[in-house]
């Protein structure tokens, strides 16, 4: 399967800083690119998403930058709370094939200290 | 609530022996997902299904198999199970061909 690599595979942050997690993509067909919350004992749940027509998309204290010419997007979490903490997928889709599927990236454990 | 259900929640079961997680998408949703979790391969897609067709086929060992049937629940079987077939399964629904995936809360599945 194509691959998408995400990095850091974990964090640790202050309350109140800021998380960025990071993900690379390899084919230009792709999309859509969304980022998932996982936490301990759930499914993921999509937490926000981007398309490739725009450089940046902010809900909240969630914001997705996405960089076309260097296959990048990356999640950054402003004024983090140790709600936060859980693991986060970033994904992509799209591409020659007519599917719906997602293809995720490993991972980010995200912990949050109070 | 994603509204997929998915069961059973915890299995537990012997090398060789086979079985079946049943998952049933949120109302009107067509599509459904199966994903597989491990420790160590993230989220792995299995196979889709759409309004009862095959759409999209991943990694999943021919052991392994899955339907969906006319009411649009889905089942994944798996046979002939190993250790390395330990995992969370977990299956996912969207209303289209393409559309967000609302994922269930998964089959925790334990070969021993």
């Known amino acids: 399967q194509q691959q998408v690599k995400q990095s850091p595979q974990s964090l640790i942050v202050q309350k109140g800083g800021i998380s960025i997690i990071n993900c690379a993509y390899e084919?230009?067909?792709?999309?859509?690119f969304p980022w998932y919350q996982q936490f301990p004992g759930k499914g993921p749940a999509l937490l926000i998403a981007?398309?490739?027509?725009?450089s940046e998309k902010k809900e909240g204290r969630f914001t997705i930058s996405f960089n076309k010419s260097a296959k990048q997007f990356s999640l950054h979490i402003m004024d983090s709370q140790p709600g936060d903490s859980a693991t986060y997928f970033c994904?992509?889709?799209?591409?020659?094939?007519?599917?719906?599927?997602?293809?995720f990236g490993q991972g980010t454990t995200l912990q949050v200290k109070p | 609530d994603s509204g997929v259900t998915q069961t059973p929640k915890h299995l537990i079961t012997a090398t060789g022996q086979r079985v079946t997680l049943r998952c049933s998408p949120r109302?009107?949703?067509?599509?459904v997902y199966w994903y597989q979790q491990s420790l160590d391969q993230g989220l792995q897609f299995l196979i889709q299904?759409?309004?009862?067709?095959?759409?999209a086929k991943g990694n999943i060992l021919e052991r392994f198999s899955a339907q969906q049937f006319p009411d649009l629940h889905s089942e994944l079987n798996l046979s002939s199970l190993e250790l390395g077939d330990s995992a969370l399964y977990f299956c996912?629904?969207?209303?289209?061909?393409?559309?967000?995936?609302?994922f269930g809360e998964g089959s925790r599945l334990t070969v021993l």
């Open positions: 981007i398309r490739p027509d725009v």
């Open positions: 299904y759409y309004n009862g067709e095959e759409r």
């Open positions: 996912a629904s969207s209303v289209a061909l393409h559309g967000e995936l609302f």
């Open positions: 109302s009107g949703d067509l599509s």
């Open positions: 994904a992509t889709r799209g591409g020659s094939s007519n599917t719906g599927k997602l293809i």
């Open positions: 084919n230009t067909a792709f999309d859509y």
